[in-house]
């Protein structure tokens, strides 16, 4: 009974890091496709991973709210990632048969903007990554005739890129950024410029300029709003982890209840012997 007591004392233990809900595709949809190849289906199932972050509002091209809801799965000869757009992308080890790892590579925050355009979507806060550091995911796009997620790559050690093609970005102006600011932050952008072209601002002063124009816009998270998602995620966790602790002590004490049980009917039957 003790030693059963100290196991699932080790498995909750090991269990109630931070669990928040992730969305994930359990099957792959098998008519039509290539097992294997690039799929997309809806976000319904949820499974739990360790993770430090809530995903951030939609924010973007309105016209990329199609994506929202929708995973899509892409595999390599080790992994299978799984990228649910304005979510979250995983990564699970398909080689390995026992225990394989299963790790969210990050959780979207908000946008990288270069040159007036959205290039990439950034998913940060992932598994951690040695002592210290967390996966996170640049999510880049282009022009392709169906969505899907072409590929995913890992250039530097937990720093990742996803490929993700899809007509919804193929016209000239649908990921620029400037006719998607409402009115008066597109007049704070003219001013800046024209600040910058008459030599009024320094580089430092011009980009920090734009960043507060892109947090205002909700294109960019600001440490404040990283802080609170983060923090977000910790309070779940703390509910998860206090309905983990009372499933696995309430499961204990059913063991002890049958352990119990069957002390009193060995007893019985040897009592029943000796009298026999």
Known sequence: MILIFLSLTWQLTAAVNEMVAMRVISELPSAGYVYGSQQKTD???????????????????????????????????????????????????????????????????????????????????????????????KVTFSCGAISELAEVTEPEKCRYVAKFKTPLVCGQNAMVVYPRLPGTLQRQWDEVEQNWQDGDLTEKGYKRQLEAIFVKAGFHLSPDMKRSLLHKAAGKTDESCQAALEAALAHVSQLEEELKLKDDIIKELEENKNIA
Request: charged share 25%; proline share 5%; with cysteine.
């Open 43 to 137: 976000a319904k199932p949820e499974e739990k991973y360790n993770v430090r972050m809530k995903p951030a509002r939609f924010s973007g091209p309105e016209h990329l709210q199609d994506l929202s809801g929708k995973c899509f799965k892409c595999r390599d000869q080790k992994y299978e990632y799984v990228m649910c757009p304005f979510h979250n992308i995983t990564q699970e080890d398909i080689q390995a048969y026992y225990e394989p790892y299963r790790g969210v590579l990050g959780v979207w925050s908000d946008w990288t903007i270069e040159n007036n355009e959205f290039v990439a979507m950034n998913m940060i806060e992932g598994s951690r990554c040695g002592e210290g550091t967390h996966r996170s995911t």
